[in-house]
Nanobody
Framework: QVRLVESGGGLVQAGGSLRLSCAAS????????MGWFRQAPGKEREFVAV????????VYADSVKGRFTISRDNTKNTLYLQMNSLKPEDTAVYYC???????????????WGQGTQVTVSS
């Protein structure tokens, strides 16, 4: 079983920055892709960004391109999401996820963290 634990969420003013972290443990193979999704009140869970663990290729949602950066530290088994120029519409619970390949749909991912709240005030 894979365990994912997010941290780094909080309250920030529009235009500010936050860095989310996701610590992973219990993986038996390193071919997983890892990504970030978010879910706002009354909305479906939506894709934010994904990274291939080996090689580091990335895919971003159009809504966050140029503002967010996904990265990982292989030695620490930790995934990051650097969020800059935050907007009120970025407010959501952010989840990290792990899966067998690079994908942009929640169904493609096998393991999920508990989520961390990000609130952006105007």
């Amino acid at each position: 079983q894979v365990r994912l634990v997010e941290s780094g969420g909080g309250l920030v003013q529009a235009g500010g920055s936050l860095r989310l972290s996701c610590a992973a443990s219990g993986r038996s193979f390193s071919s997983y892709a890892m990504g970030w999704f978010r879910q706002a009140p009354g909305k479906e869970r939506e894709f934010v960004a994904v990274i291939r663990w080996i090689g580091g290729s990335t895919v971003y949602a159009d809504s966050v391109k140029g503002r967010f950066t996904i990265s990982r530290d292989n030695t620490k088994n930790t995934l990051y999401l650097q969020m800059n120029s935050l907007k009120p519409e970025d407010t959501a619970v952010y989840y990290c996820a792990a899966g067998p390949r690079v994908a942009t749909t929640p169904a493609a991912f096998n393991y999920w963290g508990q989520g961390t709240q990000v609130t952006v005030s105007s």
